[in-house]
């Protein structure tokens, strides 16, 4: 029982690399979640995917791109990496037909730029 | 938009003792969901209690419950009998029932348990 799955869970990239970071679940929800964390700052949200084929802009979405690939899979991607993108990254999903229903997390992505 | 306001950055507490975190929040939306979160040193986020507005008792998971008051817009967050294993980081977060919503959070309060 999967849940979320966060890849990769460390990364370290120089300032200008771009990465990917991966997030799949296997519960058959409809909405996916970006979110980044800070020291002090709670978690933010980047980007959300309401469902397949849609996504929108969250609170902090400058410096990323998102793809709903499918159902399953959303991912993050920094084109050009700064180190104000030093975060921890999570990636969640939730029901959309049940707003009483809590938001499931992945292990999050420990993203270092130097 | 939603806000949500924790206003202590940590708290201490000793073994067995209740401990209330605090949680204030501001929104237009007439109804909407309040959840909190515990993360612990090891990162993950663990769904605790759901609160939604229109619910006319207070929420309440084993050792946790909410003291939900709306007219104040609080959604404090009362842990029992507090064990070791209570420390780490809690959020609040609440997402309104209005067209697509998304969770808001807090900005967390780091909770200590000694013994």
């Known amino acids: 029982n999967a849940g979320v799955t966060q890849t990769p869970k460390f990364q370290v990239l120089k300032t200008g690399q771009s990465m990917t970071l991966q997030c799949a679940q296997d519960m058959n929800h409809n909405s996916m979640y970006w979110y980044r964390q800070d020291p002090g700052m709670g978690l933010r949200l980047i980007y959300y995917?309401?469902?397949?084929?849609?996504?929108d802009k969250g609170e902090v979405p400058n410096g990323y791109n998102v793809s709903r690939l499918n159902k399953r899979e959303f991912s993050l991607r920094l084109e050009s990496a700064a180190p104000s993108q030093t975060s921890v990254y999570f990636c969640a999903s939730s029901d959309l037909g049940g707003l009483t229903t809590e938001a499931f997390f992945g292990q999050g992505t420990r993203l270092t730029v130097v | 938009a939603q806000k949500i306001t924790q206003t202590q950055p940590g708290m201490f507490v000793q073994e067995k003792e209740a401990v209330t975190l605090d949680c204030t929040y501001d929104?237009?939306?007439?109804?909407?969901?309040l959840f909190w979160y515990k993360q612990p040193s090891s990162g993950e986020m663990i769904f605790l209690i759901y609160?939604?507005?229109?619910?006319?008792q207070n929420a309440t998971e084993g050792r946790y419950s909410l003291n939900f008051q709306k007219a104040r817009k609080s959604a404090n967050l009362v842990i029992s009998a507090s064990q070791l294993g209570d420390s780490a980081m809690y959020f609040c977060?609440?997402?309104?029932?209005?067209?697509?919503?998304?969770?808001?959070f807090g900005k967390g309060t780091m909770l200590l348990v000694s013994p």
């Open positions: 609160q939604g507005s229109y619910d006319q």
């Open positions: 929104t237009s939306d007439p109804s909407y969901g």
């Open positions: 977060a609440m997402r309104p029932f209005s067209g697509y919503s998304t969770l808001t």
């Open positions: 995917s309401a469902s397949e084929g849609t996504t």
